[in-house]
C-alpha cells in the first residue's frame, strides 16, 4: 500500500505520536490485525504512547477499584499476568479508563499487547 505513510499522518497526535486507541483506528483503516501494528509503526519511526490500560505513556488514571480487581484477578494467571485482550474484555463491562486505573496501582501485570508493542512488562505497583 503505497498510501500508507499518508493515512499514518492522520493519526499522529501534535508530538507526531500515535495513542493506544488510534493506533486501533489505523489497524481497522489500513484492515490489518491490530497486532501489525507495533511492526509498521516502527518501520515509519514512529511511536505508539498512552496505552489505555497503564503499561506505557501518560494518561492520567484514577483510582483502584476493588470490583475491577477482581474480576482481572479471575482471568489473570497465579502470577497475576492477565493479557491485554482479556482486560479489554473487563473494560466492556467497566470502561477502558477505569481499567487501566485498575492495572496502573495494582499488583495486576498486563502481557501480550493487542497491537504488537509489548509481551510482557515489569509493574512495580502494589494493591492497597
Same mark, same amino acid.
Given at each position: 500500500m503505497d498510501n500508507i505513510p499518508k %493515512? $499514518?499522518?492522520k493519526y499522529l497526535n501534535k508530538d507526531g505520536i %500515535?495513542?493506544? $486507541?488510534d493506533a486501533f483506528k489505523l489497524a481497522r483503516e489500513l484492515k490489518i490485525d491490530p497486532s501489525e501494528i507495533a511492526e509498521l509503526t516502527k518501520k515509519y519511526s514512529i511511536k505508539i504512547d498512552n496505552c489505555e490500560l497503564g503499561v506505557f505513556g501518560s494518561n492520567d488514571f484514577g483510582e483502584l477499584r476493588d470490583d475491577i480487581y477482581k474480576k482481572l484477578s479471575s482471568k489473570a494467571n497465579p502470577e497475576k499476568k492477565v493479557e491485554c485482550s482479556a482486560a479489554w474484555e473487563v473494560a466492556q463491562e467497566f470502561s477502558l479508563k477505569k481499567v487501566g486505573s485498575t492495572t496502573k496501582k495494582s499488583d495486576i501485570e498486563v502481557i501480550y499487547c493487542q497491537l504488537g508493542c509489548f509481551r510482557t512488562r515489569i509493574h512495580h505497583g502494589s494493591k492497597s
Open positions: %493515512i $499514518l499522518k %500515535i495513542n493506544c $486507541l
